[in-house]
C-alpha cells in the first residue's frame, strides 16, 4: 500500500454513504455512516453467499431451522413456534429471541427470507408503514449488510427483523382483541439442547 491508497481511502470521508474503493490484496475501503470500512473482498463474498438464503415457510406450529455454517452438522440456529390461546392482560415477556403474534392477523404463509423489492414495516400503534430499505438507512446499516439481514415476513409484510434490537412490526403485536398468539422463540442448538 502506497501514500496514494492512504489519500484514496481518505477521500471517503467526503463521499457518500455506500461508495467504495478497491485497493491492492482485495481489500475494500467503503465510506459508512460513521466510519469507514476496510474489508476483503473474498471474505464479503462468501460471506453473502452464506447469509443469503432461499425463502423457507416457518411450520406454525413446529420448528424450522434457519440456514447457516452449522446447519450440516444438526446444530445451529432454529424458529420454535407454538400457537395457543390469549388470556387478557397476561404478562408478555420481554425478550430479543421470544416474540409474541397476533396470529389471527397474520394473512399469508410465514416465511423466514431476505429483503425482497416492496417490503415494509409497521412502526407505530396508528398503523403507519415505513419501506423496508428506509427503516434500514434509518438504523444506518450498511448497504452490503442490508440483502444479508433475516426476517420473518408475512407477504412483503414484514413482522420480525433478527437483530438490530429484534424488531417486530407493530401491527401483529398482541392486544385487547387478541384471541389466539403465534409464539416464536429463536434457540440455537449449540448453547442449548432444547429438543420442544
Given amino acids: 500500500l502506497e501514500t496514494v491508497h492512504v489519500e484514496s481511502v481518505l477521500s471517503l470521508c467526503e463521499k457518500q454513504v455506500g461508495k467504495t474503493i478497491c485497493l491492492p490484496y482485495g481489500i475494500i475501503a ?44 444438526g446444530l445451529g440456529k432454529w424458529l420454535v413456534t407454538e400457537v395457543f390461546p390469549y388470556e387478557k392482560n397476561k404478562e408478555i415477556p420481554k425478550s430479543d429471541c421470544i416474540k409474541w403474534f397476533d396470529y389471527d392477523k397474520i394473512e399469508n404463509a410465514v416465511q423466514i427470507r431476505n429483503r425482497k423489492e416492496g417490503d415494509y414495516i ?29 426476517l420473518v415476513a408475512d407477504g412483503s409484510h ?39
Fill in 30 to 73: 467503503e465510506s459508512r455512516y460513521t466510519d469507514i470500512s476496510l474489508y476483503c473482498s473474498m471474505d464479503n463474498t462468501k460471506s453473502r453467499s452464506v447469509r443469503k438464503i432461499e425463502p423457507i415457510t416457518v411450520a406454525i406450529p413446529g420448528r424450522t431451522q434457519i440456514p447457516g455454517e452449522a446447519q450440516k452438522a
Fill in 122 to 150: 409497521c412502526i407505530n400503534a396508528a398503523g403507519g408503514n415505513k419501506k423496508l430499505k428506509d427503516y434500514f438507512i434509518d438504523l444506518k446499516i450498511p448497504k452490503r449488510l442490508r440483502d444479508e439481514k433475516l
Fill in 158 to 196: 414484514i413482522m420480525w427483523i433478527f437483530g438490530d434490537g429484534d424488531r417486530i412490526s407493530e401491527k401483529y403485536k398482541v392486544d385487547k382483541t387478541t384471541k389466539r398468539v403465534l409464539l416464536m422463540k429463536l434457540i440455537d442448538l449449540e448453547d442449548n439442547n432444547d429438543d420442544r
